[in-house]
């Protein structure tokens, strides 16, 4: 029969199709060696070279290596034992026992696992006599990080074991391994960890080796860990975090000449050797579950804050180069500033200079909010509409790095605010608004959002007479030079140099004169501006006046500056209380390395704002509860 | 008795045998009979069954012939109680349980389906060009394919389709077979291709066929409008319905599969985790294997139900491109020589019967082996006398066996 002859094509058909197919798997597709290393009968073996060392700028060793001990468990080599013992020596109750064996018999039975990790080194010497007599346990050796100076912690950051997620998304990680998660550790990841070595293995089929994968051919070295050095101070940025003790807020010192990050301080901040090994998950839910005092943010890189007073200098220097000022331009004042139509909106003033011509350095070492209302009008009036003379005020604002990433070697920051005429006509959809409708950006208080940094690097580029240096943290690579150009570019701002003489010379006039004489140094000549800053918190509806914040930026020495400074104290009252002390204290610190003013001194340290802040604590719970009913 | 035929069984049966202990081997060495073990209880299986072929073989071949209805309905009768008495095993209500020992009774109605088959088109007046005896040959398929999905068991249901190439062989109309293939076309380009695409290349495929009736073989359109709409609405509502039954019938699970093969899905992990191992395992083996119980793969337990429906990824293994091509040419070669023989009968009743159980066995593999390396979706059925399993071992040994003594009879018949 004809018909009979389909199901034998068909049959014919399969099996060509079907050897055809095998062919193709399993001759054809077998000619890449490189298949093989993938194979389940081939265990990799990584060697992990030690993670680079961190050294701040003098050379002092901020992070190093020390080793770990975990307790390994293979269940299947478990003999029976004495529980109780076994318990007592590792610290731990029988439950615990149970779970992790239970645990680690669940993952595999044939294969080790961690039973307990991180093991100190006491514990090691203590249990490494008695592990003899415990069949199927071992202890195996792992390096650690270990921060030989508790200090620095939010620059340097810490490191995390790997996740399944990292390491689905980045192959080059298994889980378990270490990885930087924040800080320098996260940001020269790559050249802190080096890269690891692999050994090719072949097994058999109870998964024993049974030697080395096709000669070694396929192996590879383990790359060591870079070394790096920092461009911290780690003595100003110790003295910095012990006068901060016991406030809110940041502190960024930078050297102008190059822009060198010399200590990033926030606080409260927390202790590096808490987030290592095994007390990490403890303190981890317990750091970041601080909600009030919050000491796994960095304030000195992430908080936006109203910058106050140190604007007005910015605004000196906007007025003398959009030439609607000269230093002698004087204006006169009487206890405020009167603006809006038929001047009946009022904004005080504090420089108690009655009905005398203030100029410019006056008004700075004055800090008069009227001198600097003024030659905030003049600027934004000078163009044609308010918008146009907005956008010139925002362009030069811009320059000084406000309301910018800055682009520092840190993986963390925020961009603050500088509002330009878009801004604005989003807040007045008329867009008729003027000059003094935003007149509190004058004293830097209206919507306008700084971070520390930028204060610090805004000083910086004052220093400079004219430009800033992008910030760093990263010095050097010990045994490489830095190829990295973009910390060498100087980046210029739109004031000539010229104009920053009289500035600086008001500045120098806030030591002498001015807001912040009762800090002076003798032998250091100081240029600075003192900042507070109104600080009004929105609690469910009504309006509360907390306590101002106070600010200081500084630069010194006047000639030749060595160093800049911002200080940010979160509701610590006038800028001359707290902050220009501290920016005095550190500046003498660092250009000294040896502090005269002990007075100064033993007050910053022993100053404490807790009250306040409980006191504003209890405002925010006392309004949710009473919201709550 | 056909000495081949009987040579390639016993081939099958061990090698399947050896390929079972190298999967089911395990660390701690035990003697073969062991049956606690699995290949230990294969055995078993295997010296039971060669009971079951001298009892097969002792019966008159013209028993099966004249209780064929009797076997029949007994057998559909045994699947319905399912329902009620069986036992479920993987999802599946298709055991009974007798202590410690289960029986697969859809192993055995394949047999029975085959006789009855047999018996239905070995009658001379019967003719598969009427209808309505093309609707009863089709129940009598149907109705154990139905209870049998219903268990669920799907993959065992859609075994029975094997049936059509018998009817086919036996002068059913060729557009049923027509129809089913452009059917299985449609059903894949739709699902690789999705609805818009294929619905507009078939319009477009059906008005050139038009056009090219209408120009070049002259034939008027003007009185078949009703056909040709009927076509369109007919194609294009399959297509319709394969979309809808795709998305909205299928469980993901289903629709996993498909698109796995499709290369749509390529998640190694979970859905696709069966077939990628056993592939990797396949491919792994080279071209003459890694030796036999050498095969690391298979000893680490890397493939899922690998002495079952994966039992042919250990031969790949670990006898490599050599070993998996030889059980190809072997179970080929087999289902040609029952094919021959089938020729050869002089009753319809045997032929049929032939042909029924080689497109049976040609079914098996060509779906089992097809998921295994990665052709076909993953449909479960077991791998004829290589699977482990008691009820299969039997029922193809029942199904092959009742043949060869229908061919040793053929002699004596007129």
Known sequence: MKRGYLLTFFILLTATIYIAKLFHLQVSGMDDDRNLLQSSTVKKIYTYPERGYIYDRNGTLLVSNRLSYNLMIVPREVKPLDTLEFCKLLKIDKNSFLRRYRKAKKWSSRLPSVFLPHLSKEDFAYLQEKMYQYEGFYIEKKAQRYYPIASAANVLGYVNEVNDETAKKNPYYHPGELIGTTGIEKQYEKLLRGSKGVKYMQRDRFNKI??????????????????LQLTIDSELQQYGEALMQ???????????????????????????????????????VQFFGDTINKPMYDRSLLAQYA???????????????????????????????????????????????????INLRKGIAKSCNTYFSNVYKRVIEKYPTASEGMNAWNKHLRSFGLGDYLGYDLP?????????????????????????????????????????????????AIANRGFYFTPHFLKSKYGNSISDTIFNKAHQTSIDKKNFGPIIEGMHDVFRTGTAKHVRLKNIEICGKTGTAENFVRVHGTKHQFEDHSIFVAFAPKKDPKIAIAVY??????????????????????????????????KMFTTSLENIYNKQLKIRQSKSESSKK | MDLPLILLYLTLVLFGWMNIYAASISEEQTLILDFSTKYGKQLLWIGLSFVLILGILFIEARTYEKFASIIYIASLFSLFCLFIFGKKINGATSWYSFGSFSLQPSEFAKAATALALAKLLSDKQYDLKLIKNQIKTFIIIFLPAVFITLQPDPGSGLVYAAFFFVLYRENLPVYYIAIGLVAIVLFVLTLAFGLQIVLTCSWALLLLFILYLQFYRKISLKFHWLKIVTLFATISAFIFSVD???????????????????????????????????????????FSGKGYLQGDRTQGHFVPEQHTDYIFSTVGEEWGFVGSAFVILIFTMFVLRILKLAERQKTTFSRVYGYGIASIFFFHYLINIGMVIGLFPTIGIPLPFFSYGGSGLWGFTVLLFIFIKLDANRSYEL
């Not at chain 1, 060198?260 to 987030?275: A, F, H, K, Q, R």
């Not at chain 1, 140190?310 to 003398?320: A, D, E, N, R, S």
């Not at chain 1, 902050?579 to 002990?598: C, D, F, G």
């Not at chain 2, 289903?254 to 077939?275: A, C, P, Q």
């Open chain 1, 210 to 227: 049974i030697g080395s994968f096709k000669n070694s051919m396929y192996d590879t070295l383990p790359v060591l860990g870079q070394d």
């Open chain 1, 246 to 284: 016991g406030k809110r807020g940041g502190i960024v010192a930078i050297e102008p000449s190059s822009g060198e990050v010399l200590s990033l301080i926030t606080m409260p901040s927390y202790d590096p050797n808490l987030m290592i090994g095994r007390l990490r998950s403890k303190y981890s």
């Open chain 1, 569 to 602: 104290i979160e509701n610590g009252g006038f800028g001359s209380t707290i902050a220009a002390p501290i920016a005095s204290l550190m500046i003498e610190k660092y250009i000294t390395h040896n502090v005269a003013n002990t007075w100064w001194e033993n």
């Open chain 1, 307 to 357: 910058p106050g007073s140190p604007l007005k200098i910015i605004h000196g220097l906007v007025g003398l180069q959009e030439k609607v000022i000269h230093p002698n331009t004087s204006f006169y004042c009487y206890h405020g500033y009167r603006y809006g139509a038929r001047e009946k909106e009022f904004m005080g003033c504090h420089c108690d200079i009655y009905n005398a011509p």
């Open chain 1, 412 to 460: 963390l920051g925020s961009k603050g605010l500088v509002p330009d005429a878009a801004f604005y006509d989003r807040w007045y959809p008329s867009k008729r608004w003027r000059a003094t409708y935003t007149i509190s950006n004058a004293i830097g208080q209206g919507q306008i959002l700084t971070t520390p940094i930028q204060l610090a690097n805004m000083t910086a």
């Open chain 2, 244 to 286: 809808y039954v795709y998305n909205h019938i299928f469980e993901q699970r289903h629709r996993d599969r498909f698109n796995i093969l499709l290369g749509k899905n390529t998640d190694t992990r979970g859905v696709g985790y069966n077939t990628n191992q056993s592939v990797l395992t396949i491919k792994s083996g080279g």
